[in-house]
Nanobody, 127 residues
Framework: QLQAYGGGLVQAWTSLRLSCAAS????????AGWFRQPPGKEREFVAA????????YYTDSVKGRFAISRDNAKNTVYLQMNSLKPEDTAVYYC??????????????????????WGQGTLVTVSS
């Protein structure tokens, strides 16, 4: 089970950190990702991290502003979001693929690449 939390209502250009805690099983050997679904739009990829946390991959629109990380001892993945913009408003989901990653993170950048999903946490950025 994955539980995402940390969302809320914030003003533009501020920061927020999302957390995704796993329970029931460990995902420390698996890559992990964050997705988001803006109002009225499809779910889209945001960021991914390898099992070790050493390699990350981001969609262009969040590069330089967001940072994905993980603490395997806590079975938790984080998404630090800085310089938030109104267009970042969305429900944010964490996800884990069932298969172990044996390719670049760029190869797991669609919803179809992930098997386990958290329930989502809403981030609203006001201008």
């Amino acid at each position: 089970q994955l539980q995402a939390y940390g969302g809320g209502l914030v003003q533009a250009w501020t920061s927020l950190r999302l957390s995704c805690a796993a329970s029931g099983r460990t995902f420390s050997s698996h890559a992990a990702g964050w997705f988001r679904q803006p109002p009225g739009k499809e779910r889209e990829f945001v960021a991914a991290v390898t099992w070790s946390g050493e390699i990350t991959y981001y969609t262009d629109s969040v590069k330089g502003r967001f940072a994905i990380s993980r603490d395997n001892a806590k079975n938790t993945v984080y998404l630090q979001m800085n310089s938030l913009k109104p267009e970042d408003t969305a429900v944010y989901y964490c996800a884990v693929p069932a298969k172990l990653l044996r390719a670049p993170l760029s190869t797991i950048a669609t919803v179809h690449d992930y098997d386990y999903w958290g329930q989502g946490t809403l981030v609203t950025v006001s201008s």
